[in-house]
């Protein structure tokens, strides 16, 4: 589910980069600081960008540090401590994933989830107060998501996208710390850009698992939506890469209105990235891996310059 | 004009007025309130879904709205802009050397395929690169 949100490096200079790598290597750190070691695994390059958008709303300076770690014993790496952004990132990362293990524990759709929960749930005491009330609305939400999987009952892709693109909107909006011109159409603004993005993520992991799901006789919402007829996945994905990509990519045009919108005081250029190139590049993996090879949102086609290995499917007609 | 078509004419008026006002929710509320669905009512309930995020569902009730009333060209411009509206966004990406280098290919030599080192692997050799004065993997 997480780890799709990231930086097109080709595109970022150097400083850029490395500032994105200071925020992810300072979301472990927190996580380190705040639950312990065996929480760290749960480090991803999502909550790093929700900490990232969210520190720059404000002109506070980062704090920087260079220290060593597990996966850099020797050579020192540049890593942000003390920062609010991110000790709320990793309180919401914990939080997520621990809702998520309880979820599937209880469906008992796996034993290892029923396990990785009991190892995270020492860690809840831990959770500051200010967190409170998004703990609510995340597990509130979670189970209303899973009783629609669960049920099948349902009628359109956005109807199943809500639950989980609330619970990133309202991570986003109640962030207990102020932001740079806080008033309530900024909190607005951080509502409507986190569920945007909330849509995007939930949507590119569906897309991602699809083929997965399918062979597995898995819960997808797009095999369960478009799929009426039983088609393979190759045709599947070929019928509905259209639909798909006209949600997908309004989801990004959003996350890019939005983001103008908002009042961001430093880091602009790498959010620019993130959203502009990062996610974009995402999502047309994701979609060259699922064989709608050479075929693009665009209309074009690149059939004789395409190298891919898989080029089982014959490219869409534009 | 009958007063039935005065009324609601009155009552799409005041649901435009909420839309314009930002009242999206009591818009919503008072429109699927309304058990006849012209294609008035599509259309400014494809507003509401707009703003809310909800684009397949918005695209459905223009296109609803577009064959209810064939003859409004406000309907259809909407629906056209709604059509091309990611453009703006996915044009960024796609007009890019990176793009055009690979041409949309998703293959690089960091897939599975290719590569049969694990994470320890790898950090080992990284380490001992740098410390003969490389650095094998730069982000580690």
Redesign the interface.
Known sequence: MFGYVTP?K??LRIHEYNTF?SYYCGLCFHLKNEFGNLPRMVLNYDMTFLALVLDSLNTEPIYTKMKHCL?????KKPIILDNKALSYAAHININLVYYKLLDDAIDNKSLRSKLCAQLINPYKKKFSSSVYHINSVIQDNLQQLYALEKGGNFS???EICDPF?LIVAHIFKSYPHPVTDDNELVRENLF?FG??LG?WIYMIDALDDLEKDMEKGKFNPLNLLYNKDSLSYEDLIRQIQD?I???I??????C?HYLTQLPVAKNKELLENII??GM??QY??VM??CGAK?S???GSS?TS?????KDSINPKTS | MTQSENISLNFYEEIKLMIENGKHTLAEAKLKAENEKTSEWHFLYSLILIQKTWFDSAKEHLQRAVELSPENAHYKNVLAKLMSRYHHYSDDYYRRPYYRRRRGCCCCCCDDDCCHFSCCDLICLDSCCECMGGDLIECI
Not at chain 1, 71 to 75: A, F, M, R, W
């Open positions: 097109l080709d595109e790598k996966t850099s014993p020797i050579k359109s892709i956005d693109s409507h569920y945007a849509k639909t990509a006209f949600t990519l309004n989801c990004g045009y959003n890019k502009s190139l974009m590049d047309t993996k060259h891996s050479c693009h949102s665009d690149n310059s395409c190298q891919c290995k």
